[in-house]
């Protein structure tokens, strides 16, 4: 994902701008959410490091894809579970086998994917753990 440090960041509302940004198309933009980019870094360390700048240029390319408003297969982006409430939809897990990248697309902030967490992981089955912390994450962002 992207390198976000001194990124203009005017066109986020005031309340999201200490987010960090993992990318921004031209439809969408996908934001980290509070130590979601220290998953990512922690996932990757799981990973040998000669595997690892491949799997960094396919999550990129995949998150391109994405921002740009390109649909991904299914297994590539699958539905995982749903999000709090009635009617708020389902959070995906962004997969480039073995990492994870858990996110939803927000109905508070039009046109923003929140990046929930990301974990290394080598099995298919939804963990419940990694649930609450999507549920939690969604929670602070779009209930306030």
């Given at each position: 994902?992207?390198n976000?440090e001194?990124?203009?960041?005017s066109?986020l ?13 031209s439809?969408y ?7 979601a ?11 040998p ?6 799997i960094k ?12 408003g ?7 982006f ?8 009635k ?10 086998i073995?990492?994870?990248v ?13 990046i929930?967490h990301?974990?290394?992981k080598n099995?298919n ?5 990694d649930?609450?912390i999507v ?6 962002l779009?209930?306030?």
């Amino acid at each position: 994902m992207e390198n976000s440090e001194e990124v203009d960041k005017s066109f986020l509302p005031e309340e999201l701008r200490h987010l960090d940004i993992a990318h921004r198309g031209s439809r969408y933009t996908v934001l980290y959410c509070e130590g979601a980019k220290d998953t990512y870094e922690s996932a990757l360390g799981h990973i040998p490091k000669g595997r690892q700048s491949s799997i960094k240029a396919r999550l990129r390319a995949l998150l391109k894809r994405l921002s740009d408003g390109n649909r991904l297969s299914q297994d590539n982006f699958p539905q995982e579970a749903n999000l709090p409430g009635k009617g708020n939809g389902r959070f995906r897990a962004l997969k480039k086998i073995p990492i994870r990248v858990y996110m939803w697309l927000s109905k508070r902030y039009p046109s923003i994917y929140f990046i929930s967490h990301c974990i290394f992981k080598n099995k298919n089955e939804l963990a419940e753990a990694d649930k609450k912390i999507v549920c939690n994450n969604w929670r602070k962002l779009e209930e306030g």
